[in-house]
């Protein structure tokens, strides 16, 4: 029987890769056993979450566009056909989870500090005096610093963009 790799997240848990048969009765499992619903996401990842999941008042899962997804949900991806044919390498699956792990279950005060001390890194490579030696370290500690301010301000942004609360130093009183 043939296998796809897919990610699979539960409510109140992290997202997880794991490997199914490539049938309908699989994901429904994954679904535990509800009508598979598909939601568009982005990078050809589309999602499955139960259609009925509402009504069945099941408990939030995580928001999407500040919609409530609620029960399981799996995602995977399709080719050119809409044949499902999941995440063809473990890293691209892992890589695909730990961004759904960070923009669901993300602390904004964190992505705040985050974001103030990589930019705090970038300006004291600004305002240092650099030796001719030290350019191509320099170099990489400020990429890296940019790696971590574009990260975390990508998952504020997308927390914030799905209903998520402000950091609290952002908060009136």
Known sequence: MKTIRVIHKRPS????VVVIEDTLEA????????????????DG?????????????LPLNFLLRGEPIVGPAIFSKADAEGDEVGFETEEEASRVCARINHSVAMDPDEALKNAREALAELRAHQDADE???????????RLAAIEE??????????????????????QRP
């Open 149 to 170: 301010l574009a990260d975390a301000f990508e998952a504020l942004d997308g927390w914030l963009s799905n209903g998520g609360f402000l950091p609290k130093d952002w």
């Open 45 to 57: 990842v589309h999602g499955y979450v139960d259609d009925e999941g509402l009504l069945k008042e």
């Open 13 to 16: 848990m992290l997202a997880e």
């Open 27 to 42: 994901l429904h499992a994954l679904l535990d056993g509800g009508y598979l619903c598909v939601i568009r996401l982005s």
């Open 131 to 141: 030796a001719p030696d030290d350019a191509t370290d320099n170099a990489f500690s």
